[in-house]
């Protein structure tokens, strides 16, 4: 038996089919599955992050997924180490593993490692922090845009927190944020065989469109109301909570609401396939293609082993 050791690494835009695909594979290889998908993370949050269903989660052990609160602070920093001491510790005993997500900077920090950035003042954290209350969102989006047109296509602009932190260091440091994401990869202890799956992008919008209808009679509404108290804690600034978060302020109705939650999906799934199409170690899949995927995994394996 071969000493190497595999992260099977599925990723594609959100409701792709990604769990389905990681399932089949897991159960392929006898193994388990590692989320990198940073909004599943969080107990408090089902319906509107799509976790896995009973069903699914009894079909395969899966890790990291509804293991923190809400009022957790949890970093890509702090993914990046736990992800790595727990794959460093399963690849004591079995030989794969998949991890499968939408969060594209996640699946990096496991992958590759994350890029250093320059110490900034703390005093321009909490400017933006002031403007962010003063003037809203769009203007920061704006000024991200000017500033840093390509990490502006490849961030979830409805993350008040991730826009601010790109607009931290280039404040802070005169140069764009993109100029700090490194080409150098941290060494691992392990290969990695990535697979991306992939769609029509009207099959994709199609898909959301219809996921977002299926979380409203699943009880998204009553979900998001029972965090409504906690609206302004940093992991419940994202789409499908904001979006209804504005419903229960009486700002939008429930139709357009729910409308806005598919609108800003889409676009999420839009900038997830511009992260993702950069990414040339990716080998591209329908997500019907289970047995394909499953064939190609072989002959990765096999071709390295020999």
């Avoid at 040339?280 to 995927?293: A, R, S």
Wanted: net charge negative; with cysteine; proline share 3%.
């Amino acid at each position: 038996m071969s000493n190497k050791k595999y992260l099977i690494v599925i990723v594609g835009p959100t409701a792709i089919g990604k769990t389905s695909m990681a399932i089949e594979v897991a159960k392929h290889c006898n193994t388990e599955i590692l989320s990198s998908d940073s909004r599943q993370f969080y107990k408090e949050m089902r319906i509107g992050t799509a976790v896995p269903s009973q069903e699914e989660l009894s079909a395969v052990k899966h890790h990291f997924i509804q293991h923190l609160s809400v009022h957790q602070a949890y970093s890509v920093g702090d993914f990046e180490r736990d992800a790595i001491a727990f794959i460093d510790d399963y690849f004591k005993t079995h030989n794969t593993l998949v991890m499968v997500g939408g969060s594209g900077l996640y699946e990096k920090a496991v992958t590759q490692g994350l890029d250093e950035f320059p110490e900034v003042d703390p005093e321009i954290r909490k400017q933006l922090n002031d403007e962010l209350d003063l003037k809203g969102l769009t203007e920061l989006q704006e000024e991200l845009k000017a500033a840093d047109p390509s990490y502006y296509e490849e961030i979830d602009l409805e993350n008040p927190h991730r826009v601010i932190r790109a607009l931290e260091i280039i404040r802070g440091t005169g140069k764009p944020f993109s100029s700090f994401l490194s080409k150098n990869s941290k060494k691992r202890n392990f290969e990695t065989i990535k697979i991306g799956l992939i769609l029509e992008r009207s099959e994709i919008y199609d898909r959301i469109n219809r996921r977002v209808d299926l979380m409203m009679e699943e009880g998204l509404l009553e979900e998001v109301e029972s965090l409504y108290a906690l609206k302004q804690l940093n992991a419940l600034n994202t789409v499908g909570y904001s979006e209804l978060f504005n419903y229960l302020d009486e700002v939008w109705d429930l139709e357009f609401a729910v409308s806005e939650i598919k609108k800003n999906t889409r676009r999420f799934a839009k900038r997830q396939l511009t992260w993702y199409r950069k990414d040339e170690q990716l080998t591209w899949f329908n997500p019907k293609e289970k047995q394909e995927v499953i064939e190609f995994i072989e002959n990765q394996i096999n071709s390295s082993t020999d």
